[in-house]
Structures are given as structure tokens and as C-alpha cells.
């Protein structure tokens, strides 16, 4: 028996994974693919919103502005790549210009620190790429980038550092309600029997929910989809560049990465599969002649990667968070700025569930840094240093990024072992330059075989079932799978 039971480890539950283990509790996180921040979490636009956004007393503006003021200082502890960029809301009229202020009403009324309405001389002077439509912008200062799949990783890492336990492969199917306590069962058969259930299960938490109680809440994935640039596009704006809503939706944003890529996108199309992540050519056009409204020189021939992501929308339009039954909580329908939010989120959890009576106490000791040796951020001293103590950081893997073999180890042994090219993409970065792994591929699967005990032949690119490899075909007998 378990305290708590978290259903899903995107940023959400491992956000709250990372909370909860700041307690004296004992928490089990289920997740239903090979590794976790598979789901919304690793498909966004990485963006920390400000919080001008959400309409005034929604649960998305509450945790909105919060969430935005944590993550600077969680970003410092975790070692996660964060930079508070600021951003700009473009006009193209006299109308959109009237839309700002209606935006910075909103913002102010949230509690939205620093926004400013730019005339278009001001906006161009931060950002000379714009097009010189650009009538005016509302500044926001405290809106940044983050890499949303490193932080989802820091926050669990760090939870099982202080005592979280990852169950993998753990698709919760069944919940049974008994006297006092929840019962789990995940598609393979396992059980987790739990005083307490936190639904973070995503685009599937209307369906979780429906496990326990009947259907309160449904939930459409929307889906987005992005174009990413190579590095050598990533200085051509310095903050998130979004536009006015209008008619045909929020527009895209062009925003550079944390990893100094510029990022395009995202489309919005309500979709059936909340598996569907292809993307499509005439969708992605549609992307490409907005952002060139905004930027009318972005180098489209700069593109080294396409993908889309699914926005959770409930059909609540906010938000769902709280008891739906006791002991049984909701944080559903996360959809943006539910990356912003998550930490204020989790911030909230022991308080609500003591609010209902079940108060939770501090841990008297509890690990909160994490540090990772990253090779090609390193002062030249401080590099011959590391690879002095340890040569394996000598050895560079990926040479687009500059990873080490070093560096692909730590990440197999730092209490998640990565079991796909993927995830030690996600993890170290090996992989994500220009030629998007093919040189590095091979020996990266050699050294994951080598970490994980798991046949090279079954090391997958991502999800299960992605294989890589069909089979040998220099091995003394021909063919053997
Ligand atoms: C296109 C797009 C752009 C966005 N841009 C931004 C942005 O710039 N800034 C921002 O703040 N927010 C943004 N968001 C929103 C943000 O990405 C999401 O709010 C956030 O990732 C949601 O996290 P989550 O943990 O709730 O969901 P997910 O990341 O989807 O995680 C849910 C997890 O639950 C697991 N799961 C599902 N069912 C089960 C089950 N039965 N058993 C076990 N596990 C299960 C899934 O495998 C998954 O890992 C964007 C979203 C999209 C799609």
C-alpha cells in the first residue's frame, strides 16, 4: 500500500512527483509508455508564458503567473536550460493595436509584472527582422524559453533521488474503489493498491477519470504542428514573437530554443486520435506563410525537423483541477500554459489535500540540486579537468552537439535508464543537431546495449514497437531475427 499513486509522468505528474517527494509519503508514479514526457510534454513551443493570456479567474490564470515566477530559480536548482527571453505580442492594425490593450488589461488583472505597450519604432528596435507592418507590441518581460521534456526529466530524477518510484510500461486500465483505499491495475497485470490517486494521464485523463467515477469531463487533442530550424536560424528573433489572436486563432509564434534553434509554429486542428502526432503538408504550408506575415526573411530552407503536438482541451475550457472523489484527484486538461503552470500546480497539492483533511508532513532531509556535466558548456579548464577524471568525456558521440560518451552514461545512471535513442536524445541532446542522429546513431546503441543489458537488436528509436533494427546481416549464419 501506497500514500500516493500519480497517473502520468508529463511535466504534470512529474512535477507533482517532484513536490510529493519533499513529504513523508510514499509515491508511485504509473506511466503508460517506455520512458516519460512522451505525451504534450515533449511536443510545445517550450515557452514560460507571462500570464496576460488566460482569462482573469480561470484555474489557468491562477497558476499561470505563479508558475512563471518558480521557474527561474527551479530551472537553477534542476540544471535545467531556462532564459528568460521576454516576449512581444505583434499588431498589424489599428484593431490589433486596440486587441493589446485588451491584453494588457488581462495581464495586469492577473498580475503580470512589467508589461509595456511598445510603439512600432520600439518593436523593431529589439527585433529589426520584424516586417515593417508592425504596428505596435505589448513587451512582456517575464515570459522565457525552457527545454519542456529536460525539466519533466529533472523533476522526476530528482523525485526518485528522494525516494519516488517509476513504474514504466504501467498503463493504468482499471481502478477499483475500496474501503479506504484505491486499487490500480495496469494493462500487464501489475496492482498498486493506494490511499490517495492524482489523474495526470493527459489527452487520457477524461478517460482515467471515467475508471473511477462516470464520465465527468472530455477531452479533444488539438493538435499543433512546427517547424525547427537549424542553429544557424536561431539568432534571428532574441524573444518569443507571438501575434494578436484573431479569427483564425492565436497565430503563430516564432520563438527561439534554449538550445539556440528557432522554433516555428504551432497550427491549430481539432483532431479524433489522441495519438495523432503526423504531420501534414498543407497544415505546415499554413504554418510557413503566417510566420512569414511576421518575418518575411525567415529561411525556411533552414528547416532540419517537423512535428506536431496535442493540446489536452477538456471541454470545461479550463482547467480541471481538484477531488472528484475522495482521495481521488483531477489535474486534467492541461493544456497551455499548462507547461508554465505545472510547478505551481504541484505547489498547490499537499495544501489542497490538506484542506480536505489529509495533511501531509516536510521531510526533515530532502536532496532538491542536481547538476550535469554538459562537455561543450564548459570553460576550456574546467573541461581538460573533467576529462582528466574521467576520459570518457573525451570521447564525443555526437559531434553536431558535441556530446560525450561521459555524458551518455550519466544520463543511463541517474535513476531512469533511457531504453531509446530518443531518450538519450532527450536527455543529453546526442542526436538533435543537424544530422538529426545519423552519424551518431550506431554508437549510441552500442553504448545503450552495453548500459541497459538490452539486446542492440531490440533498442528502439522511441515508444515500444519502434525498432530500429529488422536484423543482423553480417552475423557467421546469415539473418537470426
Ligand atoms: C502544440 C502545443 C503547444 C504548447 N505550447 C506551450 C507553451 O509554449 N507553454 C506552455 O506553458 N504550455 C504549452 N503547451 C501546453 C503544455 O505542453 C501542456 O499543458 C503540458 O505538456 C501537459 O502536461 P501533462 O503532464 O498534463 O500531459 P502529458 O505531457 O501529455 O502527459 C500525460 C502522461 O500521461 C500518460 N498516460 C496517459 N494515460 C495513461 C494511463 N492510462 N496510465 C498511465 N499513464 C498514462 C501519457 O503517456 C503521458 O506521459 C502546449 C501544448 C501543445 C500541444
Redesign the pocket.
Known amino acids: 500500500m501506497v500514500d500516493f499513486a500519480v ?9 507533482i512527483a517532484w513536490e510529493l517527494s519533499k513529504y513523508e509519503a510514499d509515491v508511485v508514479v ?4 517506455n520512458d ?14 507571462a500570464g496576460y493570456d488566460p482569462e482573469p479567474g480561470t484555474l489557468a490564470a491562477r497558476y ?1 503567473v505563479p ?1 512563471a515566477r518558480m521557474i527561474p530559480e527551479i530551472a537553477a536548482d534542476l540544471d535545467v536550460h531556462f532564459r528568460q527571453t521576454g516576449s512581444l505580442v505583434l499588431a498589424f492594425s489599428d484593431r490589433e493595436t486596440q486587441g493589446l490593450h485588451a491584453l494588457l488589461a488581462r495581464g495586469q488583472k492577473n498580475g503580470v509584472p512589467g508589461l509595456q505597450i511598445l510603439s512600432a519604432e520600439a518593436t523593431r528596435a529589439l527585433e529589426p527582422r520584424l516586417s515593417e507592418r508592425v504596428t505596435a507590441s505589448l513587451y512582456a518581460p517575464t515570459a522565457g524559453i525552457v527545454n ?1 521534456w529536460e525539466l ?1 526529466l529533472a523533476f522526476m530524477e530528482t523525485a526518485i533521488k528522494n525516494g519516488v518510484r517509476l513504474l514504466l510500461d ?4 482499471g481502478i477499483g474503489k475500496e474501503e479506504d483505499h484505491y486499487r490500480l491495475r ?2 500487464d497485470g501489475r496492482e498498486v493498491s493506494t490511499r490517495f490517486v492524482i489523474n ?6 477524461d ?2 477519470s471515467a ?1 473511477a467515477a462516470g464520465k465527468l469531463f472530455s477531452i479533444t ?6 517547424f525547427l530550424f537549424d542553429k544557424s536560424a536561431g539568432e534571428t528573433v532574441d524573444r ?1 514573437i507571438f501575434c494578436v489572436p484573431d479569427e483564425l486563432g492565436k497565430g503563430v ?1 516564432i ?1 527561439p530554443t534554449v538550445h539556440g534553434n528557432l522554433i516555428v ?2 497550427d ?1 486542428e481539432p483532431v479524433a486520435d489522441k495519438d495523432d502526432t503526423a504531420t501534414d503538408g498543407a497544415r505546415l504550408a499554413y504554418v510557413r506563410s503566417r510566420a512569414l506575415q511576421v518575418i518575411p526573411s525567415l529561411p525556411f530552407n533552414d528547416n532540419i525537423r517537423n512535428f ?5 482541451a477538456a471541454d470545461t475550457d479550463d482547467f480541471v483541477i481538484g477531488f472528484q472523489a475522495p482521495g481521488f484527484f483531477n ?12 510547478p505551481a500546480i504541484a505547489d498547490d497539492i499537499p495544501r489542497r489535500f490538506a484542506a480536505a483533511g489529509y495533511p501531509l508532513n516536510r521531510k526533515a532531509y530532502w536532496q532538491g540540486k542536481r547538476r550535469i556535466v554538459r562537455i561543450r558548456e564548459l570553460p576550456a579548464e574546467e573541461k581538460a579537468a573533467a576529462i582528466r577524471a574521467n576520459p570518457a568525456y573525451g570521447h564525443i558521440i555526437c559531434r553536431c552537439e558535441t556530446i560525450s560518451e561521459g555524458e551518455i552514461l550519466d544520463a543511463c545512471r541517474r535513476g531512469m535508464k533511457p531504453v531509446s535513442l530518443d531518450g538519450i536524445k532527450r536527455r543529453t541532446g546526442a542526436g538533435m543537431g543537424r544530422c538529426q542522429g545519423g552519424f551518431c546513431g550506431a554508437g549510441i546503441v552500442a553504448i545503450l546495449a552495453g548500459e541497459t543489458g538490452i539486446d542492440p537488436l531490440r533498442i528502439c528509436q522511441d515508444k515500444a514497437g519502434s525498432r530500429l533494427f529488422a536484423g543482423r546481416t553480417k552475423s557467421a549464419g546469415g539473418t537470426d531475427d
Open positions: 497517473i502520468g509522468a508529463g511535466i504534470v505528474g512529474s512535477a504509473l506511466e503508460k509508455e516519460i514526457a512522451l505525451g504534450a510534454t515533449r511536443a510545445n513551443s517550450g515557452i514560460i508564458h499561470n508558475g519542456p519533466a504501467a498503463a493504468v486500465t495496469t494493462a495526470a494521464a493527459g489527452a487520457y485523463a478517460e482515467v475508471l487533442p488539438t493538435k499543433g504542428e512546427y518569443v509564434i520563438a509554429g504551432p491549430a506536431a503536438g496535442l493540446r489536452a489535474v486534467a486538461g492541461i493544456k497551455s500554459p499548462g507547461l508554465t503552470a505545472a
